[in-house]
């Protein structure tokens, strides 16, 4: 069973920058793609950013690209979200995801998440 734990969520002015981690366990990590989603109050749950199994491709939503940077440092089975240029539209609580098939692209698909952290953005 995979599990995945978020962590760095919390609060930052707009235009600051937070830090997210997210450390998964249960299986082979450095076979599996991973990503970030998020789900703002009243809306749907979506995607925010991915990457392949070696780090090597990178996928972003629009609202994400040239703001937030995803990597993955499979030594430690750990994937991070580098949230710079922070906007108050980015308030949501980020998911940290994966896929149930190994091997897929950067952009999944993304069928497993954790819980979640909160990223709470002010004006």
């Known amino acids: 069973q995979v599990q995945l734990v978020e962590s760095g969520g919390g609060l930052a002015q707009a235009g600051g920058s937070l830090r997210l981690s997210c450390v998964a366990s249960?299986?082979?990590?450095?076979?599996?793609?991973m990503g970030w989603f998020r789900q703002a109050p009243g809306k749907e749950r979506e995607f925010v950013a991915g990457v392949s199994t070696t780090g090597n491709t990178k996928f972003y939503a629009d609202s994400a690209r040239g703001r937030f940077t995803i990597s993955r440092d499979n030594a430690k089975n750990t994937i991070y979200l580098q949230m710079n240029s922070l906007r108050p539209e980015d308030t949501a609580v980020y998911l940290c995801a994966t896929t149930t098939t190994p091997y897929t692209s950067a952009r999944g698909p993304y069928n497993y998440w954790g819980q979640g952290t909160q990223v709470t953005v002010s004006s």
């Open positions: 249960g299986r082979t990590f450095s076979s599996y793609a």
